[in-house]
């Protein structure tokens, strides 16, 4: 039961534009949201979370947005640099425990 | 200030053979998360441990897989008698507290069952 979708598997922008990653998400329940980048051989690296009492957090170059009602987030990263070409996952904490539940994954490439 | 350590990175079985795979959490940290990540998927959450203690096991089959985190020492996920479809990378995380919202995930180990 994939709650958490993460529709577009790639992305390619050219470096200095945006970059806009979405995510959908189908448990009105789940109220903390993270986003994770991973390079290939690592582990994922936290990036920026938004809490549901709130619909933008912003942390330098990565700004995420949260509409509830369209139970809908996205990521934001401007400007696109080289070292962001990495696959970037979106995650709901589902519960009290610390459990995550991931989305797919979107492969980012950052072009010159 | 090591971070989560991993080992092996890889590893490689032939079907009906054991896997152990280790995780070190950061230091001070004492709760800790598996996650399997198939191919072209997202990761999965398997188990989630404190020290001497199995929290949540929802997402661990229920046959062959089993995991601890002893009072000394790493946590260890294990596999027994792995089958083709248990190939996947295995991560772990570890949180300083209960719920925490950040989780630092290790290097992971690439499961090869040939």
């Known amino acids: 039961d994939q709650q958490v979708k993460q529709n577009s598997p790639s992305l390619s922008v050219q470096e200095g534009r945006i970059s806009i990653l979405n995510c959908d998400y189908t448990?009105?329940?789940?109220?903390?949201f993270l986003w994770y980048k991973k390079y290939p051989a690592e582990g994922p690296t936290f990036l920026i979370s938004?809490?549901?009492?709130?619909d933008k957090n912003e942390d330098g170059r990565f700004t995420v947005f949260l509409n509830k009602s369209a139970k809908h987030l996205s990521l934001h990263i401007v400007p696109s640099q080289p070292g962001d070409s990495a696959v970037y996952f979106c995650a709901a904490l589902t519960d009290s425990w610390g459990k995550l539940q991931f989305g797919a994954g979107t492969q980012v490439v950052v072009t010159p | 200030n090591a971070g989560v350590m991993q080992n092996p990175r890889h590893l490689v079985r032939r079907r009906g053979q054991e896997a152990r795979l280790r995780c070190s959490p950061m230091?001070?940290?004492?709760?800790v998360y598996w996650y399997r990540q198939l191919p072209e998927e997202g990761l999965k959450f398997m188990v989630y441990?404190?020290?001497?203690?199995?929290?949540?096991e929802s997402g661990m089959p229920k046959e062959r897989f089993s995991a601890e985190f002893p009072k000394e020492g790493p946590s260890i996920l294990r596999i027994q008698q792995v089958v083709r479809g248990d190939s996947a990378a295995y991560f772990c995380a570890s949180s300083a507290r209960q719920g925490a919202y950040e989780q630092y995930f290790g290097p992971g180990t690439r499961l090869t069952v040939t």
């Open positions: 230091k001070g940290h004492s709760h």
């Open positions: 448990n009105s329940m789940f109220d903390y």
């Open positions: 441990l404190q020290k001497e203690n199995i929290i949540d």
């Open positions: 938004i809490s549901s009492i709130k």
